[in-house]
């Protein structure tokens, strides 16, 4: 220290001017390293014409019109050399086969860092290839690939659009009829996940990511009708209430977590004026939940990942990894392969979830994470059915369809345990300062 005293103290010409710049040069390049910034951008991937719509395995149907926009959506976010994408798509499921395209056809994030999941509307095609039994499939296979370049395109221009930002992030109850459990009226989680990136120094908001168990299924594979959903009135609610690109993502909404479209002689409302009241409902709900939340300016990022095995015991999904054009498993394949994500943003954790949950292990894993908000984001990275402990596998008649679609009795004990296993592995959220 005292010989850059000296130095600053010296007289001689040039020599203060050249020392408070190496310091300024450094502290700016500190600053420039650890800056927190996001960005996000959309593509719009309705087919055109109309491709037949899928609600789970079997044939899809033939769609006459659409309601709304099918879109895949990204955000980035960059903080100290990590960079970490987050890819929402208006499909059914978006597994693995097509998730390693579009990290395979972007550079400047590391592929395990790049997250992709599936809002699971029933009302958009098939992205899985389910076999028709014949030797063929109804997806329309060009067209998926058209789907990955867009997605990577859509990561490719949120980087571009990277900008200094802070967030914010809350949970709370979403408040109204919104979702409710097929299966068992109460046994859903009706905590709704919130961050909001907003742009510095200005304060404009620059997306809303909105994290909640439901099924997008008002509408139903079976009515002609190709959309989003009630995700894609959430997505207009959010802009036009100043939530600037909206983003969502699925959490624990396995058997059987749906859309609250129930009316009061006890038949359901399946029309487009339904999802639009579900859609804004929950866009207000979630911007509700986010408006007190405290500014955590520069928050840390952190993005940590393993790979796993689950055991491959279900005939009809054997059937479909092993027969689809996508996939090209051995007949007698016993086990499949998946990426798991734990992200640490701020004072949240997110951890993906490769299918569908049941409510108690999206309850389970929540309160074993380390974040003071606990996002899951289920469908994400791959979507491998439906994901149960081995107590409720075949245990009930009411879960005779959702044990015939699940990996089979230990895939959800596996996944817990190694989910489990990465939330303990990497370092706890660090709270960053808020005002």
């Known amino acids: 220290m005292q010989p850059v005293m000296a130095r600053l103290l010296d007289g001689r010409r040039g020599g203060l001017a ?9 502290g700016l390049g500190w600053m420039a390293r650890a800056e927190f910034r996001a960005g996000i951008a959309v593509r719009v991937v309705t087919p055109d014409p109309l491709l037949p719509v899928s609600g789970g395995v079997g ?77 063929g499939t109804g997806a329309d296979l060009k067209y998926l690939d058209w ?6 395109a859509a990561i490719r221009e949120a980087l571009q659009r990277l900008e200094p930002a802070a967030v914010r992030i809350a949970t709370g ?5 919104i979702a409710y459990n097929y299966y068992a009226e109460q046994l859903y989680d009706p905590r709704c996940h919130v961050v909001q990136f907003v742009a510095v120094p200005e304060g404009r908001v620059i997306a ?43 959490s624990a909404q396995g058997g059987m977590v749906t859309a609250d479209n129930r009316t009061p002689d006890g038949g359901e409302r399946r029309t487009w004026d339904e999802c639009q009241r579900i859609g804004r409902l929950l866009a207000d709900e979630a911007l509700r939940i986010v408006r007190e939340a405290p500014l955590q300016e520069d928050p840390p990022l952190a ?19 092993t027969q689809s054009p996508l996939y090209h498993g051995p007949p007698d394949a016993d086990h499949v392969q998946t990426r798991l994500n734990l992200v640490n943003l701020g004072n949240a954790q997110m951890l993906t979830i490769p299918g569908e949950a049941l409510p108690n292990l999206g309850f389970y894993l929540k309160r074993k994470m380390h974040g003071e908000h606990n996002f899951l984001f289920g469908l994400t990275n791959d979507a491998f059915g439906y994901l149960m402990s081995k107590y409720d596998w075949r245990s009930f008649k009411r879960y005779d369809y959702i044990s015939r679609v699940c990996l089979g009795e230990m895939a959800g004990e596996i996944y817990v345990t190694e989910a489990l296993k990465l939330v303990e592995s990497a370092p706890a959220p660090v709270r960053a300062a808020a005002r």
């Open 18 to 26: 050249r020392t408070v710049g190496l310091l300024l040069a450094v």
């Open 59 to 135: 044939p899809s149907h033939p769609a006459r019109e659409k309601k709304g926009d099918l879109t895949v959506r990204a955000l980035v976010m960059e903080r100290d050399g990590v960079r970490v994408a987050v890819v929402a798509t208006d499909f059914l499921g978006f597994p693995a086969v097509l998730g390693d395209r579009v990290r395979a056809r972007v550079t400047g994030i590391p592929p395990e860092n790049i997250l992709i999941g599936a809002s699971h509307t029933h009302s958009a095609p098939d992205c899985y290839g389910f076999p028709d039994g014949r030797g």
């Open 147 to 152: 789907v990955c370049d867009q997605a990577a």
């Open 173 to 177: 109850e979403a408040r109204g009829r």
């Open 208 to 250: 809303t990511l909105v994290n909640y168990a439901i099924h997008p299924e008002v509408l139903g594979p079976d009515q002609g009708i190709l959309s989003p959903d009630l995700v894609g009135p959430l997505y207009d609610r959010l802009a036009e209430r100043g939530g600037g690109t909206g983003l969502f993502m699925n």
């Open 303 to 321: 993005c940590f990942s393993r790979v796993i095995r689950l055991p491959l015991d279900s005939p009809e999904l054997r059937f479909v990894l």
